[in-house]
Every structure is written in C-alpha cells, then in structure tokens.
C-alpha cells in the first residue's frame, strides 16, 4: 500500500489489527498473549503516526476525523482482547 498520509496509515494499521486480533482469536483461543500483543503494538505504532496531529490538533484541522477514527479502531482491538478473555 502506498502511503497517503500518516494519519491515513494509521487508521489503515488500527482497521488491520482489529482484525489480526480477531483472527489470532480464531488461530489460537488458548494464547490471548498473542493477541494482546497485536493489539498492543498497533495502539503504541497509531500514537506514533498521530503524534503531530494529538501534540496541536489546530494545526492539524483536517486529519483530527481520521485520527479519532484510528484511535478508536484500537480502542476496539484492545477491548475486543479483553472480552475474548472473560
């Protein structure tokens, strides 16, 4: 995939790893560490892509939408580790 933006990547690596999380779920329901770390890593790889459009959102008017929507694509791979698990 080209890259567009980096706010566009990072809704793109957020969308993929809630998959990927679904997916290691599906592989191997007895090892939630894998999973974890998927998700794990792509809310830590989401920050680093929005670090200038989080640091001054004002500058940065026009991708405010797309990072809110990254962000929250790892919130749901995230959670959806937590809920596999209880």
Do not use: W, Y
């Amino acid at each position: 995939m080209s890259s567009v933006s980096r706010t566009t990547d990072a809704i793109r690596l957020a969308v993929l790893a809630v998959g990927a999380v679904r997916l290691r779920f599906r592989e191997d329901p007895n090892n939630p560490r894998s999973a974890r770390r998927v998700a794990t890593q792509a809310k830590e790889r989401v920050l680093h892509l929005l670090h200038e459009v989080i640091q001054d959102p004002e500058r940065h008017v026009d991708e405010v939408e797309g990072a809110l929507a990254a962000m929250l694509s790892c919130t749901v791979a995230c959670v959806s580790v937590d809920c596999f698990l209880h």
